[in-house]
Nanobody
Framework: QVQLVESGGGLVQPGGSLRLSCAAS????????MTWYREAPGKERELVAT????????NYADSVKGRFTISRDNAKNTVYLQMNSLKPEDTAVYYC?????????????WGQGTQVTISG
């Protein structure tokens, strides 16, 4: 079955950096786009960054442009989110997401999330 496993979250001071990873399995990773979302306390889940199947195009939320970089390694079935110049408002649970077509049905898959806390 499809599994998405995030890692790399933690507690950092403002201005610091983190790199999140999402290890994928159970589907043909190299033909699907991948997306990072985040959900802060009391707020709706929001899209952070997305990358196409072979990484030729990326897109970012305005709030993270110039600070975050999404990338992928299709040989390792892993997508990354490099986060620099972190701000307290980046504090959230970060989720990895993909949408996989099986037959005529589109399935939406999520990881379990990784907590990112910016404080200091």
């Amino acid at each position: 079955q499809v599994q998405l496993v995030e890692s790399g979250g933690g507690l950092v001071q403002p201005g610091g950096s983190l790199r999140l990873s999402c290890a994928a399995s159970g589907f043909t990773f190299s033909i699907y786009g991948m997306t990072w979302y985040r959900e802060a306390p009391g707020k709706e889940r929001e899209l952070v960054a997305t990358i196409t199947a072979i990484g030729e195009r990326t897109n970012y939320a305005d709030s993270v442009k110039g600070r975050f970089t999404i990338s992928r390694d299709n040989a390792k079935n892993t997508v990354y989110l490099q986060m620099n110049s972190l701000k307290p408002e980046d504090t959230a649970v970060y989720y990895c997401n993909t949408k996989v077509v099986r037959g005529t049905t589109l399935f939406n898959y999520w990881g379990q999330g990784t907590q990112v806390t910016i404080s200091g």
